[in-house]
Nanobody
């Protein structure tokens, strides 16, 4: 398994930006598809974005398309989530996750390693 530690969350006004980072350690980072999920209070954890092993492919939830961008640096073993034009409904705990699958799954069950989460709060 791979160990994941998120950072970069915080409080931001609507329309602002944040960049989340997820540093990893353990087995070969480039062997994992990486994803970001989020969970708002009293809601299910939902898919946000995924990036392929090479970084050449990405997949986004409809709710964040055009505003969020996922990327990875395999040399630094880190995955990023750039969040622009933030809205109050983006408020949630954001989780980084790793999947051994070689495709960009959107399913929580296919991601076997998870970070502890970082809080993002967007004020109106």
């Amino acid at each position: 398994q791979v160990q994941l530690v998120e950072s970069g969350g915080g409080l931001v006004q609507a329309g602002g930006s944040l960049r989340l980072s997820c540093a990893t350690s353990g087995r070969t980072f480039s062997g994992y598809t990486m994803g970001w999920f989020r969970q708002a209070p009293a809601k299910e954890r939902e898919f946000v974005a995924a990036v392929s092993r090479s970084g050449g492919g990405t997949n986004y939830a409809d709710s964040v398309k055009g505003r969020f961008s996922i990327s990875r640096d395999n040399a630094k073993k880190t995955v990023y989530l750039q969040m622009n034009s933030l809205k109050p409904e983006d408020t949630a705990v954001y989780y980084c996750a790793a999947s051994p699958r070689d495709y960009m799954s959107t399913l929580r069950s296919e991601f076997g390693s998870w970070g502890q989460g970082t809080q993002v709060t967007v004020s109106s």
